[in-house]
């Protein structure tokens, strides 16, 4: 009985040390900061339109708008970035 206590004793020790060293993440907190990252990715993508439309207006060039598009993409997309960072 004392050993199956000492070995559930060091296993929590265990998991106790990996949780202080970062090993492992609080589940709760990494889920927070995922969910900010997604709100903060629907909001730039939202914005777009408002935010290409000036830049747009009265162009011609379909190279230029494409690029103006995909720029305001990419910037939006940054945000997913994030979410990689959690997971390191």
């Given at each position: 009985m004392q050993?199956?206590?000492?070995?559930w004793a060091a296993k929590l020790n265990e998991l106790h040390y990996r949780v202080?060293?970062?090993?492992f993440k609080d589940r709760e907190?990494?889920?927070k900061r995922a969910e900010n990252v997604l709100v903060a990715f629907r909001n730039?993508?939202?914005a777009?339109?408002?935010k290409a439309a000036p830049a747009l207006v009265g162009m011609n060039d379909e190279e230029?708008?494409?690029a103006i598009i995909i720029n305001y993409i990419d910037e939006a997309?940054?945000?997913?970035e994030r979410l990689k960072e959690l997971s390191d």
């Open positions: 050993v199956k206590k000492d070995e202080q060293t970062g090993e907190e990494t889920d730039k993508m939202l777009l339109p408002t230029k708008i494409k997309l940054g945000e997913l």
